[in-house]
C-alpha cells in the first residue's frame, strides 16, 4: 500500500485540517470536531472540502480522504487506518429537514451500504446547542441489542479557525501525536465516490 501516512499533533489541528477547497458545507457543520467518548482509537474529524447535497440533505463523509480524520499513533491506530483504507470506509449523513438538527447515518464498505437492521446509527444536535457545537451520536446494534460506542461530537475548531473552549478541554484527555492520512496520498479520495452512492 503505497498511501502516505503522516504524523500530525492536535494542538496545533487548526493549522492542517482546513478547507482546500469551497464547497456548500452549511455553517453547523463546519469546523474540527472531537468524538468525545468515543471507545475507538481515533480523535477528530472535519467535514471540510466534501460536497454537501442540497437537495437531498445529504453527506458522504469517506474517512480514508486526506486529512479528514485523526487516528491514535499506536497499534490500535494504525490497524483502524489501514482497516478504513482497505474497506473504504465512508458514512452517508442524511439529514431529516431542513433544520439539520436530526441525521442518520449509513456505514458504507468497499461501496456497499450497510443496512440499518444491523447498524442504526444517528446523530442529532444539542438542543442546548443548535449552532452545531455539540452533537450526539448514538448507535442501535441489530435492532437495539446493544449501544455500544456511543460518544458525543463536540466542536473544537470553529469556521473561521479558532479554538474553542471544547479544545482546551480536550488537549489533556488525548495524545498529542497523532496519525492522517496524507494530502498526496490519493488524488483527493472523496471526488472520487460517485454521486449514485450519495443519493441510494
Same mark, same amino acid.
Given at each position: ?34 468524538? !468525545?467518548? @468515543?471507545? /475507538? ?7 471540510? &472540502? ?6 437531498? =440533505? %445529504? ?66 444536535? !444539542?438542543? @442546548?446547542? /443548535? ?7 448514538? &448507535? ?6 446493544? =449501544? %455500544? ?52
Amino acid at each position: 500500500m503505497t498511501e502516505l501516512i503522516e504524523k500530525k499533533q492536535l494542538n496545533n489541528i487548526a493549522t492542517w485540517m482546513i478547507p482546500i477547497k469551497q464547497t456548500n458545507l452549511p455553517s453547523v457543520l463546519k469546523g474540527v470536531f472531537f468524538l !468525545d467518548g @468515543n471507545p /475507538l482509537p481515533d480523535t477528530c474529524i472535519t467535514m471540510y &472540502n466534501l460536497e454537501w447535497d442540497t437537495h437531498n =440533505r %445529504a453527506l458522504l463523509l469517506p474517512v480514508f480522504a486526506p486529512l479528514q480524520w485523526t487516528f491514535h499513533k499506536s497499534i490500535p491506530g494504525w490497524i483502524l487506518l489501514r482497516l478504513v483504507q482497505w474497506f473504504e470506509v465512508s458514512y452517508k449523513i442524511q439529514f431529516e429537514d431542513e433544520t439539520l438538527q436530526q441525521a442518520q447515518i449509513i456505514p458504507i464498505l468497499l461501496g456497499i451500504p450497510i443496512s440499518t437492521s444491523i447498524v442504526n446509527f444517528t446523530m442529532s444536535q !444539542d438542543k @442546548n446547542s /443548535l449552532n452545531g457545537d455539540i452533537w450526539h451520536r448514538k &448507535n442501535f446494534w441489530f435492532g437495539g441489542l446493544s =449501544r %455500544a460506542g456511543e460518544y458525543t461530537l463536540r466542536r473544537v475548531v470553529d469556521e473561521d479557525g479558532h479554538y474553542t473552549q471544547a479544545f482546551n478541554d480536550m488537549l489533556p484527555r488525548v495524545p498529542n501525536e497523532c496519525l492522517v492520512i496524507g494530502i498526496n496520498s490519493k488524488d483527493n479520495a472523496s471526488s472520487n465516490i460517485s454521486n449514485s452512492q450519495l443519493v441510494r
